[in-house]
């Protein structure tokens, strides 16, 4: 991994850990690890970040941030209509999975990691959860209009356990299998009212 020199000090250190957490697991990197590979001094690092807690927050967070703009990229190329931006979230799961090599989601290998509901991570996971709900709640609310809010809530709900199915499974088969069958489950879903 290359160290990007116009970037702050601070800026560095969040690249080398969301690097690592995410290549290796985040139990697994160590902060002298993130030292090292950032070459930086010890105390840089405790000037920025007062624990590797902190630091797994700030790489959760720019995550989610990084993980949105990729997509929200993607689906401003895909058909406009609230199916057409449906689908298309399946499309760039796929397309996304394939980049990455199947390393799957950064929140989920994180999650399984944090067996504590306290830890503050979860509380980064479960925002970035509730954020990609949230999107597709307004996207079936527009594909079907005529439907209550509580029948809008319990596709996407639906919806994002598919995608979280499909994302896990592609990371254990390292196959597009997954995601075609959670394509074709969400269509028959969406199509069965």
């Known amino acids: 991994?290359?160290?990007?020199?116009?970037?702050?000090?601070?800026?560095?250190?969040?690249?080398?850990?969301?690097?690592?957490?995410?290549?290796?697991?985040?139990?697994?990197?160590?902060?002298?690890?993130?030292?090292?590979?950032?070459?930086?001094?010890?105390?840089?690092?405790?000037?920025?970040?007062?624990?590797?807690?902190?630091?797994?927050?700030?790489?959760?967070?720019?995550?989610?941030?990084?993980?949105?703009?990729?997509?929200?990229?993607?689906?401003?190329?895909?058909?406009?209509?609230p199916m057409g931006q449906i689908l298309g979230i399946f499309n760039f799961v796929e397309r996304w999975m394939q980049d990455c090599d199947y390393r799957g989601c950064a929140f989920l290998n994180a999650l399984s990691e944090m067996p504590d509901a306290t830890n503050p991570l979860r509380k980064e996971i479960l925002e970035h959860k509730q954020d990609l709900l949230n999107q597709l709640e307004h996207l079936v609310s527009r594909l079907k209009p005529e439907e209550s809010p509580e029948a809008h809530l319990a596709l996407a709900h639906s919806l994002l356990v598919l995608l979280s199915g499909c994302i896990t499974e592609m990371q254990v088969f390292r196959a597009l299998w997954p995601i075609d069958a959670a394509r074709r489950a969400a269509c028959a879903l969406i199509e069965r009212k």
């Open 1 to 81: 991994m290359a160290i990007e020199p116009n970037k702050s000090r601070k800026e560095q250190l969040l690249d080398v850990a969301s690097y690592l957490f995410y290549e290796q697991g985040y139990h697994a990197t160590g902060i002298k690890q993130i030292i090292e590979k950032a070459g930086i001094a010890k105390g840089t690092f405790f000037s920025h970040f007062q624990s590797k807690e902190q630091l797994g927050v700030a790489w959760l967070h720019k995550r989610h941030h990084t993980w949105n703009s990729w997509l929200q990229a993607y689906l401003s190329d895909q058909d406009p209509t």
